[in-house]
């Protein structure tokens, strides 16, 4: 009987430091056994993807964007060579060693030669009218994606060889692959003959799959794979690998002296982060591993010895109380208002039509008689497109659009500590005034509407107030 085995996924900041890694979580002071019964999800190194596909903040196209792009002509391909050399210096940085390094240059350059064979070929299929560029756009973005995964994988694979280590390098990503079958049917095929009590699996973040992963979950594709090769595996414990903590906020802003180490909290709480694009793990993977009964386990890549932060569905605290307070700036406030709204069905329906339509994402939402206020995150050209659905839908209603920030601050029962009174003190010592307060019923967060601003000062009040102040005594609830 194989002993209980982890699944741990290490993100691409992390990965860049891959030599970091070997002293702490893949090798470290491990010895013999002590370094098996463990997986290892990777991502592609720091920036790869944003060459690969587009940059995640900025838009700025890459080898994707230049290749969907009418206008791009033979810039893609320019860019993919471009990206080739990029991961040749990678390599060369891992790898001292000319022979291993020369092993690892050709293993980067059949990949990128293979996909720009295919993009070469597409394109020219798709010059004659018969067949349809958009509708390839997604397999190309697939197959671009997954070069930056296997470098890293393979590399990590090689790399822990060197040092003694039997891993194995295991690939997801399709390479060469006749035809997809379902992501958990992938899976299963690729762990039939691994002995992971003998040998260190170093698996893609990306998987090629019927569901097509990055279709529905773009790039937090790598924490699916980390969730259902857990759940196919039979994993006893998932790992995400970060290089910080989860704290009680971010240690920039509120100061490393003031942030603590949440510890554990659960699932629920793992939601509120995402919602406020603070992710612990994407939804859909929590979902996986809740439903399977996993516990997930976030520490620092680059600190060993510390236990991190452990996430489970029935994790109920010590004590009332937030535990940690986040927020996004560059929020849109889509205000619709219409005075014969009162008393008449269809409003809110239509709104989350148009809002779904243009794959806005909703952060929250208030309303009265005759108004209805929507928190996106989204594109200003996303929100500008629901703007003109809904003034077209509904003629006699005005929609209002305003820039702000919200903050919240969440824990698994915030009931009993009188949270809204304390949050509005904390916000009036700092002199700040809220646009808006939502306090739901159900007790697990309290969402703060401000100005742009005044985003970090609220976020330093909060935690002052509602964190670093926790000594305050519990209300009592008395029986009727």
């Not at 194989?2 to 979580?25: A, F, N, Y």
């Not at 390839?136 to 590399?155: C, D, I, K, P």
């Not at 295991?170 to 079958?181: K, S």
């Not at 108004?371 to 996303?382: N, P, Q, R, V």
Request: with cysteine; net charge negative; hydrophobic share 40%.
């Amino acid at each position: 009987m194989q002993h209980p085995h982890t699944v741990e996924k290490i993100g691409g900041t992390s990965m860049s430091r891959s030599h970091e890694l070997l002293d702490t979580i893949f090798i470290g002071q491990r010895k013999g056994p002590e370094l098996y019964n463990r997986i290892f999800v990777v991502s592609a190194y720091a920036g790869m993807t944003d060459l690969l596909l587009e940059h995640k903040k900025s838009g700025e196209a890459g080898v994707y964007g230049l290749f969907a792009s009418a206008e791009g002509g033979s810039q893609w391909s320019e860019a993919l060579s471009a990206v080739a050399l990029k991961m040749e210096q990678k390599n060369a940085d891992i790898f001292p060693d000319p022979a291993r390094r020369e092993e690892a240059d050709r293993f980067i350059r059949e990949r990128i030669e293979g996909v720009r064979s295919c993009l070469v070929d597409l394109s020219r299929l798709c010059s004659f009218g018969h067949f349809q560029l958009e509708s390839h756009l997604l397999t190309v973005r697939e197959m671009l994606s997954a070069l930056g995964e296997a470098q890293s994988a393979f590399n990590t694979a090689l790399m822990l060889s060197q040092h003694g280590v039997n891993a194995r390098f295991v690939d997801l990503t399709g390479w060469r692959q006749d035809g997809a079958l379902p992501l958990d049917e992938h899976i299963a095929r690729q762990f039939e003959q691994i002995d992971m009590s003998r040998e260190l699996p170093i698996v893609t973040g990306y998987a090629q799959c019927t569901e097509q992963l990055i279709e529905t979950y773009d790039r937090g594709y790598s924490e699916v794979t980390l969730s259902r090769v857990a759940v196919v595996t039979g994993a006893a414990e998932a790992i995400i690998h970060k290089e910080f903590h989860l704290s009680s906020a971010d240690p920039r802003l509120v100061g490393a002296d003031k942030v603590r180490v949440i510890g554990e909290t659960n699932y629920d709480v793992a939601d509120q982060l995402s919602n406020m694009g603070m992710e612990a793990i994407h939804p859909r993977a929590a979902k996986s591993l809740r439903q399977a009964g996993i516990p997930l386990r976030v520490t620092n890549a680059f600190e060993p010895e510390h236990p991190g932060t452990v996430i489970m569905s029935d994790l109920a605290p010590k004590r009332p109380g937030a535990e940690i307070v986040t927020g996004l700036n560059n929020v849109f406030a889509l205000e619709f208002y219409d005075q014969d709204m009162v008393g008449v069905k269809g409003y809110d329906a239509g709104i989350l039509a148009a809002l779904t339509r243009h794959k806005v994402s909703i952060i929250s939402k208030t309303s009265n008689a005759n108004t209805i206020t929507h928190y996106l995150k989204g594109s200003m050209k996303a929100i500008r497109r629901v703007e003109t659905d809904l003034a077209q839908s509904f003629p006699s209603a005005t929609t209002t659009l305003r820039k702000l920030a919200v903050v919240s601050a969440i824990g698994r029962d915030l009931s009993g500590v009188r949270i809204l009174s304390r949050a509005i003190e904390a916000l009036d010592l700092a002199g700040i005034e809220p646009v808006g307060i939502t306090d739901m019923v159900r007790k697990v967060d309290l969402q703060v509407v401000v100005e742009e601003d005044d985003f970090d000062a609220a976020v330093i009040a909060l935690h002052r107030g509602l964190v670093e102040r926790d000594d305050r005594p519990v209300a009592v609830k008395h029986a009727a």
